[in-house]
């Protein structure tokens, strides 16, 4: 299974981003499709995920609200709608995809930088 990333960039505080990423390969049944975040000299955080049965999606207290994440299930694709994007949120954004048979994939990540 393979993760293509894309969307990141360059981005001012309180603007909007997009992430995007698809998965293929031998997938399977997808269970959790999502991103995580990882800044300089943190651990990489769940920024967030949905559930592709139930489209019920969790999000990290520090971006509810202004992140909205959303699948696309036919094309085995998730998308991170990023709004009044702030500077803690910068870092580079893994994809994240969970099989029901707890296979893991990630995806090679992609930069977020938050600047005016």
């Known amino acids: 299974v393979q993760l293509q990333a894309s969307g990141g960039g360059l981005v001012t505080p309180g603007g909007s981003l997009r992430l995007s990423c698809v998965a293929s390969?031998?997938?399977?049944?997808?269970?959790?499709m999502g991103w995580y975040r990882q800044a300089p000299g943190r651990p990489s955080d769940l920024v967030a995920r949905?559930?592709?049965?139930?489209?019920?999606?969790q999000y990290a207290d520090s971006v509810k609200g202004r992140f909205t994440i959303s699948r696309r299930d036919a094309q085995n694709a998730v998308d991170l709608l990023m709004t009044s994007v702030k500077t803690e949120d910068a870092g580079v954004y893994y994809c994240n995809a969970m099989m029901y048979d707890n296979r893991e994939y990630w995806g090679q990540g992609t930069l977020v930088t938050v600047s005016s």
């Open positions: 390969g031998s997938i399977g049944k997808m269970l959790t």
């Open positions: 949905i559930f592709f049965s139930s489209a019920t999606a």
